[in-house]
């Protein structure tokens, strides 16, 4: 596990679907999670405020029920439609929520908060490049979001344009200097493009900020133990965390790991000819 990763036709295919086994962090993304929800997008790109009332609702079915009632009696409510489309998100119905907050941009088409809104649900539903034209509408070059900026990077490592998405990423930090959610999505961008040293770096910048969400720490630690170190990388996971929390964090990286492992032991077992094969 010490050798430095190859990339073989496995392994790639591994690397190219690696957004849905950590996590990105994006438009004011900021709940405390577990290590287990580093293998969910369902949080790719937050939302704007739309936790203002969460503590009506303390468990996602509830919360759905409650948005969706005040969706239903106002749907020209741009606030509601925001809520009710996170809730529709968090219960892994992206789908409908990609076409609430569709419904709501073509009723309202100048409002920036639901094009952001539609926007993260498209990245969510992986609709990459439809999500990065919708973003870009969301802002204007004069008055640009950094939160926004950060998530068309996102969208743009979705699609491979790893270069272009770094230099979204780069605009984000000149609004908002080293912002750790910035830092932790083009730390994620490194692993994309399989420059560890470099993601582990950029990672541990955001780590080092005090206001830094835990799931960068998270990432942090996922990423050194891709390059074998696992032993630190479960001192990182499982630093100032309660021990039944700590033990299931670091049971999870393992797993996930795993993974890892696994897909370059069946790369390993492909015949030469077919390791440069495209997916």
């Given at each position: 596990?010490?050798?430095q ?10 690397f190219?679907?690696?957004?849905s086994?950590?996590l ?5 993304s900021?709940q405390?999670?577990?290590?287990s929800?580093?293998a ?43 809520k ?13 929520a990609v ?11 100048g ?21 990065f ?6 802002h204007t070059?004069?008055d640009?979001?950094?939160r926004?900026?950060s998530v ?7 699609l ?17 200097p ?8 083009l730390?994620?961008?490194?692993v ?31 990423v ?9 990388a ?10 039944e929390e700590?033990?299931?964090d ?6 996930l ?23």
């Amino acid at each position: 596990m010490h050798r430095q990763l190859r990339q073989p036709y496995s392994l790639a295919r591994f690397f190219a679907s690696l957004a849905s086994a950590i996590l990105v962090l994006g438009l004011c993304s900021c709940q405390t999670a577990g290590l287990s929800d580093i293998a969910s997008t369902s949080d790719i790109t937050g939302s704007l405020g739309e936790k203002t009332e969460a503590s009506r609702a303390a468990e996602p079915r509830h919360e759905l029920e409650y948005y969706r009632d005040r969706y239903r009696a106002n749907p020209k409510d741009a606030d509601a439609v925001l809520k009710y489309g996170s809730a529709l998100r968090a219960g892994g119905l992206r789908s409908q929520a990609v076409a609430v907050l569709e419904q709501a941009t073509i009723a309202d088409p100048g409002n920036k908060a639901l094009l952001a809104g539609y926007g993260r649900a498209l990245v969510d539903n992986g609709n990459f490049q439809q999500a990065f034209d919708v973003l870009g509408r969301a802002h204007t070059p004069d008055d640009p979001d950094w939160r926004i900026l950060s998530v068309q990077g996102t969208a743009l490592d979705q699609l491979g344009r790893h270069d272009e998405a770094r230099q979204y990423y780069a605009s984000a930090l000149k609004i908002a200097p080293e912002e750790p959610s910035v830092l932790s999505n083009l730390g994620l961008s490194y692993v994309l493009s399989k420059d560890l040293p470099k993601a582990e770096e950029t990672l541990r910048r955001a780590n080092n900020r005090a206001d830094a969400d835990p799931r960068v720490r998270q990432n942090l630690a996922f990423v050194v133990g891709l390059q074998g170190r696992l032993a630190e990388a479960e001192s990182i996971v499982k630093a100032d965390r309660p021990a039944e929390e700590a033990a299931a964090d670091v049971a999870y990286l393992k797993r996930l790991l795993s993974r890892k492992e696994n897909a370059r032991t069946d790369a390993d077992n492909i015949p030469v000819a077919a390791t440069g094969r495209p997916d």
